[in-house]
């Protein structure tokens, strides 16, 4: 199966019938010849390939940022890419002058990328400050120049345009007058439903023979990991597939699509309405671009011993559904995984929803992560606990541990042996001794099995002690 691709790449419509698989960094350089768009890691964590992607979504045209290394170009059909040469004007824009003013570049390298992203903040929010513009920039790495002129480049269009979006009704209008942006961004939207009207089905059939099959979700590790060998194979496209995304309530239980991205769930109103600090959890996950393409069925299906929203939904008991073309089946995330990157998954089912109870009353819910870096890194070792109580006792608990075991760790017998019991340090620390038992790490580069296990430990005490801190005598625990 190969795909006739169309979208529009900076301001010209373009087709193309490249490998789905192809990552757009490379169709950019390669094929495209746009070269402003840098390869530095090739995985997603220096920025320098950061390019804009926007879609019509119920009519309405959204940008997101994204790192091209790790984005498979079948996922742009009938979208609009935007890289630094869609940026460009004949002169510099206020970004990049300030960039040059604010000494923000030094061997260039880097500086693209900066100004993407800052770019695509103030074309993607309604409301500008100077933190979340600085932020917006939290995926892209300099390594020679140093932060501070980048944050007063920010700081500066931040408070220039805050003050000029309060009397303007149109954002892309506001920023093509301030060149910000330039003019054919006012005709994107009206040539993207062009092309979606035009061009309704663009999957051809060239019987090409592929030994191997892949469907992507996100690729922001699948993209890292078989590059090579996606490329060789017969790919598809969760967005094929047409596996939702979004976020429900329905019957008591809350229900996320499998498409549903790591952004989608930071900026859920219903998560946030249920788990205060979802924000704060998914700050560790990684920076804005690989949020914006990593997707729940993706970490969940990549299997990660150390995956972070795995280690979320294991905690809060949740149920999958798999489906194929003939049916569909439920079954529990805890059981899901029967040894290293094993899954209770046929090769035709497709993982389409998550789902798990809504939260009493009397619940609570923490996440803990330990990772070489605070932020941006893959972690060493992380455990999130849910847990229902009645009067200081326990009702329900679930507690799930990542980095100590070849599979994302359901811990079910430190659970049972808390259930019904009374939250108290001596209670907690005998179950950090059942606990011990269950978990089997091993030595690599994010530390020794010994490190793991006291790891793993103190995040079981951190949950506890965050949440009952009038029960817990941390003098007791330590």
Not at 224 to 230: N, P
Not at 456 to 477: C, D, G, M, N, T
Request: charged share 25%.
């Amino acid at each position: 199966m190969k795909r006739r691709l169309n979208f529009i790449l900076n301001k010209n419509e373009v087709e193309t019938s490249q490998h789905p698989g192809m990552s757009l960094l490379d169709y950019l350089r390669q094929e495209a010849n746009l070269t402003g768009t840098k390869e530095g890691c090739k995985e997603g964590d220096c920025g320098t390939c950061t390019v804009l992607i926007g879609e019509l979504i119920k009519d309405k045209l959204q940008y997101k940022s994204v790192n091209s290394c790790l984005l498979p170009i079948g996922d742009v059909n009938q979208k609009h890419i935007v890289t630094i040469e869609g940026l460009n004007r004949e002169e510099l824009t206020p970004i990049q002058t300030e960039m040059v003013d604010e000494g923000g570049t030094q061997c260039g390298f880097c500086t693209p990328g900066f100004v993407v992203s800052l770019s695509g903040y103030y074309l993607i929010n309604d409301d500008y400050n100077t933190e979340d513009a600085i932020d917006s920039m939290n995926g892209n790495i300099c390594r020679c120049t140093g932060y501070a002129g980048i944050k007063r480049t920010a700081n500066k269009i931040t408070q220039r345009l805050k003050i000029l979006a309060k009397n303007n009704h149109s954002k892309i209008e506001l920023l093509v007058g301030e060149k910000i942006l330039p003019e054919y961004f006012l005709d994107v939207k009206e040539k993207l439903n062009s092309l979606i009207l035009q061009k309704k089905s663009n999957i051809t059939d060239d019987n090409l023979d592929f030994s191997n099959h892949f469907t992507i979700s996100g690729g922001t590790d699948l993209m890292v990991q078989k590059w090579e060998d996606i490329l060789k194979s017969d790919v598809s496209l969760i967005s094929d597939k047409n596996v939702i995304s979004g976020i429900k309530e329905e019957n008591s239980k809350i229900i996320i699509g499998g498409a549903t991205t790591a952004s989608e769930i930071e900026d859920s109103p219903i998560m946030a309405k249920y788990f205060p600090e979802i924000k704060e959890y998914l700050s560790l996950f990684g920076s804005l671009p690989i949020k914006n393409t990593a997707t729940v069925a993706g970490n969940i299906v990549n299997a990660s011993p150390i995956a972070d929203m795995t280690s979320i939904f294991l905690a809060l008991n949740s149920t999958l559904t798999l489906r194929n073309s003939n049916s569909s089946r439920e079954i529990l995330l805890k059981d899901f995984y029967k040894g290293y990157k094993t899954l209770d998954k046929k090769e035709n089912e497709l993982l389409t929803l998550i789902s798990f109870n809504i939260p009493k009353e009397n619940s609570f819910f923490n996440y803990e992560k330990v990772s070489k870096r605070k932020y941006l890194d893959i972690a060493s070792v992380n455990s999130s606990l849910f847990i229902d109580v009645d009067e200081d006792f326990i009702n329900e608990v679930n507690i799930s541990a990542g980095g100590v075991a070849p599979i994302p760790l359901y811990l079910k017998e430190t659970g049972k042996f808390l259930s019904s019991k009374k939250i108290s340090s001596a209670i907690i620390e005998e179950a950090s001794e059942i606990l011990q038992d269950e978990i089997s790490p091993i030595s690599d580069a994010r530390g020794t099995a010994e490190y793991k296990r006291l790891l793993l430990r103190q995040l079981f005490y951190a949950h506890f002690i965050k949440l009952f801190p009038k029960l817990i005598v941390i003098e007791e625990l330590v």
